[in-house]
């Protein structure tokens, strides 16, 4: 899928300047793969929440339990392989989940006994369709399978009210449906880009209550490492807090529900500021990301429910990354 587009640069280039410089020259990003050739990536998402009461009101007083910080992760494993590649269009490609690991600090007994929903993407398998420019054409497997698993999410013995438990698939979906997102973003893919290009683009925002939030993302090409075998583009990115959340993102459950838990009693989420940065090594070579690395801190604002005074504040300190395997 890439000689097409390296011929069409080339010639373009050349026909504009035939003396460029090392800084100004155009690099071509595209995401390529080999029929049956298997790549096995390591995902990681963990984020520590701190909340703290702020009374509003002269003499309120929180509630007995105070609630302090709090930590949890998942990791997965997932294998990519391409089972029908098209150089000039698109590759389907099957991903296989092969564990997820969750942890918890401090945990319910409940949530030790139920587990957590988003454990049974583990052995899970899916296919979609990516482009050579890195954007997926096809999520239709994936968003089934998310919505299959958002319903494990709900208590089986409830009658009267659906109650759903604490879960961690906003974080499955934050490392499957934006794979590649970096370069699936570049306007203008076919006329590569150079050290210092920026563009724009949108990623979600996981978090331990049920929220549709998106961040805002500015990616900007900061240099080409020449490695030992490969080149390797490093992609900084900055977020920022989106206003808008597309439609088209997944929505792994719907209805009217409760959930349960601390998150579940407080209302009214609001969020006062989102900021971070990342960093990605994306292999020009052999067309795929190696590795990636996204933080970011979130401050909101909750309230309490039949009039209680008091506004906590909670912040949470995100981190997700990836890394291929060998």
């Known amino acids: 899928m890439r000689t097409l587009l390296i011929i069409f640069t080339v010639i373009t280039l050349g ?17 390529d793969f080999q029929q049956g050739q298997m790549l096995r990536y390591k995902f990681v998402s963990s984020r520590k929440i701190d909340v703290n009461w702020n009374p509003t009101k002269a003499g309120a007083k929180p509630p007995k339990e105070r609630v302090g910080k709090s930590s949890e992760s998942m ?9 029908e590649v098209d150089p000039y269009g698109l590759t389907t490609i099957e991903a296989t989940c092969e564990s997820v690991r969750i942890r918890r600090s401090p945990t319910k007994r409940r949530l030790v006994v139920i587990g957590d929903a988003a454990q049974a993407f583990s052995h899970k ?20 399978l998310i919505r299959e698993i958002g319903k494990k999410a709900f208590r089986s013995e409830s009658k009267k009210e659906r109650i759903k438990e604490p879960d961690m698939i906003s974080d499955f979906i934050a490392t499957q449906w934006f794979l590649w997102d970096s370069v699936a973003g570049i306007e203008k893919p076919a006329k590569g880009v150079s050290v ?22 500015t990616y900007t090409l900061d240099e080409i490492r020449q490695g030992e075998q490969h080149r390797l583009a490093v992609i900084r990115s900055s977020y920022s807090l989106a206003e808008s959340v597309p439609r088209s993102w997944p929505v792994p459950y719907s209805g009217r529900f409760q959930m349960s838990g601390r998150f579940g009693f407080l209302r009214g ?15 020009i070579d052999a067309g795929r990301t190696e590795r990636y690395n996204q933080q970011y801190k979130m401050l909101l604002e909750a309230s309490y429910p039949m009039g209680i005074g008091v506004n906590p504040r909670i912040t949470i300190d995100q981190e997700l990354t990836m890394q291929r395997l060998e």
């Open 125 to 144: 398998t899916y296919r979609f369709t990516v482009g050579p420019t890195g954007k997926i054409e096809d999520h239709s497997q994936l968003d089934r």
């Open 15 to 31: 026909a504009l300047s035939g003396c460029a410089s090392v800084a100004e020259q155009k690099e071509l990003f595209t995401v």
């Open 196 to 217: 210092g290009h920026i563009w724009q683009s949108k990623l979600s925002v996981p978090t331990p209550m049920v929220m549709r939030k998106a961040r805002d993302v």
């Open 75 to 83: 990791e997965i494993v997932v294998a990519y392989t391409p089972v």
């Open 269 to 283: 989420y609001k969020v006062l500021d989102l900021q971070g940065h990342g960093e990605e090594l994306f292999n």
